[in-house]
């Protein structure tokens, strides 16, 4: 690991509660044993009424930066000195740089992951391809949302069980100016499929632990893509009807892998590649 006292030595890591599941650490510390890069990325578990003072003191421990991960993306970003436009739009942050001087700026790189991660599996995408449906209405979903607006995206379909949750995160996109969101009930949810481009899964149903999705793909178009941002399991069951069907799927792993890049970027200098040990060593942690 090398020596902390080593002034080039850049400490990082991830802070959350309960925080021992994250990945995060596996992709990082991968990054840097490849690049022979003097530091290390460490979990940091900070309950929600310490996270003042553990952000406060992140300079004072010589810290670079650091992720943030549930449930402090939005506190967090109330501690920062400046807050980057796309995380003040997406009311959250999953990133901390500090600077030269001490001062803290926050980023979010979760739309950026998202985006890149469907990039990834195919590469003539295009926002404006055709409406997109996205289930569930949380942080997931907002950032996701956000960012395909951003890039483009004409119509967007938000369902939630919660129908209350998804018309206010739609009123808040209203106000950006972007392309169209429609609430649609969650009973609708199947036929809301018929001429999309894309549809998302961001709620936590086909999880590792949790039920399946009830949902039916029979009306979802043999262009359209299917994408999961869980990633516990890598092909769950939504995924894998859809793979039968002939469709084009994403898992969560591209959005989290995705996301760490800028991140180890503004921390080490260097933008890393995503390769197959990467993935390999992700996988040998489920």
């Given at each position: 690991m090398g020596d902390s006292n080593d002034p080039n030595f850049v400490l990082t890591g991830v802070m959350g509660w309960p925080v021992a599941h994250s990945r995060s650490p596996t992709i990082h510390n991968h990054w840097i044993a490849q690049h022979r890069l003097k530091g290390t990325y460490a979990l940091l578990p900070v309950q929600p009424e310490h996270l003042h003072d553990a952000i406060k003191g992140l300079a004072a421990l010589g810290f670079a930066g650091c992720n943030v991960t549930i449930p402090h993306k939005v506190?967090?970003?109330?501690?920062?000195?400046?807050?980057?436009?796309?995380?003040?739009?997406?009311?959250?942050?999953?990133?901390?740089?500090?600077?030269?001087?001490?001062?803290?700026?926050?980023?979010?790189?979760?739309?950026?992951?998202?985006?890149?991660?469907?990039?990834?599996v195919n590469p003539h995408w295009k926002a404006d391809a055709g409406p997109i449906l996205i289930l569930g209405a949380g942080g997931a979903s907002?950032?996701?949302?956000?960012?395909?607006?951003?890039?483009?995206?004409?119509?967007?379909?938000?369902?939630?069980?919660?129908?209350?949750?998804?018309?206010?995160?739609?009123?808040?996109?209203?106000?950006?100016?972007?392309?169209?969101?429609?609430?649609?009930?969650?009973?609708?949810?199947?036929?809301?499929?018929?001429?999309?481009?894309?549809l998302i899964n961001t709620t936590n149903q086909g999880m590792h632990g949790q039920a399946d999705l009830d949902i039916d793909i029979a009306l979802l178009s043999d262009e359209a893509m299917v994408s999961d941002a869980i990633y516990i399991p890598l092909e769950t069951p939504l995924l894998k009807s859809a793979r039968l069907k002939g469709h084009l799927t994403v898992n969560g792993?591209?959005?989290?892998?995705?996301?760490?890049?800028?991140?180890?970027?503004?921390?080490?200098?260097?933008?890393?590649?995503?390769?197959?040990?990467?993935r390999q060593a992700i996988q040998d942690t489920f």
């Open positions: 506190n967090a970003m109330k501690m920062m000195d400046i807050v980057h436009p796309t995380a003040k739009s997406m009311g959250a942050i999953n990133t901390i740089v500090v600077q030269k001087d001490g001062a803290l700026h926050g980023f979010n790189n979760d739309g950026y992951g998202y985006i890149q991660s469907l990039k990834d907002r950032a996701i949302a956000l960012s395909l607006l951003e890039q483009g995206a004409k119509e967007i379909r938000l369902v939630n069980r919660t129908k209350e949750k998804a018309q206010e995160l739609a009123q808040e996109f209203s106000a950006f100016g972007l392309g169209q969101v429609n609430v649609i009930d969650w009973q609708d949810r199947n036929d809301a499929m018929q001429g999309v481009s894309l792993l591209g959005m989290l892998l995705n996301q760490a890049r800028p991140a180890f970027k503004a921390w080490f200098g260097l933008m890393p590649e995503i390769t197959p040990a990467l």
